[in-house]
């Protein structure tokens, strides 16, 4: 089967993949093994030590690749240690431009650590691509894009960003964990790096955490591959079957998240009780146009303020809820609801985090594959 051939629900389950040559297992052994014997000083079958390569993991990463379109797949150890091997591309004096509302723990590793290696960020709202023009000078190496956007779900232009870095050397990074390539694919879009917390969509259960790039070029991956072997925060085995084995059914848990998805983004703009519904699916959400450009559909991802918009009917709100359970994450097939302002954004002082969106009353949810009906009565009960 040619590869470029290939649909995108095919490849999630054939792309990069061949059975295992040594038995024709159809699902890739997992090869718990550290090490491999060599006929001879520096003979081997390609494997020679699990932290620069190993069966399993290379099953992953080529089919990363596939799913992404890209020249070659990374995998590691979760989706901040994917971030970290981006970010170690830079040296001291270079800058980055990011999203002012950026996943918390990526703003984390900009600016608490790498931040004290010398390298600079700016934060701006990316949502208008000129900011990112006003800040780009002969230093920006980087622009690393978030879309959409954690918990707001703001959408930026991968495509109006990506032309600004056209003749320069500044590499463009997509964090593409929220849509996953079924809904969007940022190489084609013109990015040069995908990243993804396989953890979510990928990985879609909710029992592993892992992380990944894709790369578009081939000497890029090269280098990158080189900092995955020398920092060594590489994924185990057992984690890159987990992926793999979610992977296959990307494409059909994705169509039921965006189905539900929309059917819970509508029945809460209806609900006299609920003040504001962010979901980029509305023509009335500031970039739906962008969204309906760059992705396929629009997720299972959405956030909203019930009218009461307090700490209390928030937080009486997720506790009544008995289908979503309460809890951080995202992406696999259960429903979950989160409260931001006191979960993931309570480090963030409540002044920074209301001009951004993150009022008290916040909720963001994760619609999972249950019964639409189920999920809608457990909304209306817990409302009330
Ligand atoms: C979860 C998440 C990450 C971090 O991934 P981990 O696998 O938790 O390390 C990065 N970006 C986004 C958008 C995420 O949701």
């Known amino acids: 089967m040619k590869e470029s051939k290939i649909k995108f629900n095919t490849k999630t389950i054939h792309g990069g993949q061949s059975p295992d040559p040594a038995y024709g297992a159809v699902m890739p052994p997992v090869y718990l093994t550290s090490t491999y014997v060599q006929s001879t000083p520096g003979g081997h079958k390609g494997y020679e030590y699990s932290r620069t390569h190993n069966p399993t993991r290379t099953a ?60 600079r960020f700016h934060f701006v709202d990316m949502q208008n691509p000129e900011h990112v023009a006003e800040k780009i000078n002969e230093k920006t190496k980087l622009i690393w894009v978030e879309t959409p956007t954690n918990p707001m779900m703001n959408i930026v232009d991968v495509q109006a960003i990506t032309k600004l870095s056209l003749n320069k050397e500044i590499l463009v990074v997509v964090d593409n964990t929220f849509a996953s390539p079924y809904l969007q694919q940022p190489l084609k879009l013109g990015a040069d790096i995908v990243m993804h917390s396989a953890t979510k969509y990928l990985g879609g259960h909710s029992d592993v955490v892992l992380g990944a790039l894709v790369v578009r070029d081939e000497s890029l991956a090269e280098q990158l591959a080189f900092i995955q072997n020398a920092s060594g925060a590489v994924c185990g085995p057992m984690d890159a079957f987990l992926v793999l084995r979610g992977i296959k059914t990307l494409h059909v848990r994705m169509q039921r998240h965006c189905e539900n998805g929309k059917a819970v983004a509508e029945f809460l703009s209806d609900h006299p009780k609920v003040k504001k519904v962010y979901w980029p699916g509305f023509e009335n959400h500031p970039n739906h146009k962008v969204a309906q450009t760059q992705m396929k559909d629009f997720g299972g991802m959405l956030s909203f303020v019930p009218k009461n918009d307090t700490l209390e009917s928030a937080t009486s709100i997720v506790e009544s809820l008995k289908v979503f359970t309460l809890a951080e994450s995202l992406g696999g097939v259960e429903s979950l609801a989160g409260h931001p302002a006191s979960m993931t954004h309570a480090s963030i002082p409540k002044e920074e985090r209301e001009k951004s969106g993150v009022v008290d009353g916040l909720i963001r949810l994760s619609v999972g594959l249950e019964d639409i009906d189920d999920l809608i009565d457990d909304l209306k009960q817990a409302i009330g």
Do not use: H
């Not at 992404?68 to 971030?83: H, K, T, V």
């Not at 980055?96 to 590793?109: C, E, K, M």
């Open 60 to 119: 992953l990463e080529n089919a990363l690749a596939s799913i992404e379109d890209g020249a070659r797949g990374l995998c590691f150890g979760s989706g901040m240690a994917a971030i970290d091997a981006v970010l170690k591309l830079l040296s001291p004096g270079d800058e980055v431009i990011s999203t002012n509302d950026l996943y918390g723990g990526s703003y984390r590793l900009f600016t608490k650590v790498f931040a004290n290696y010398g390298i």
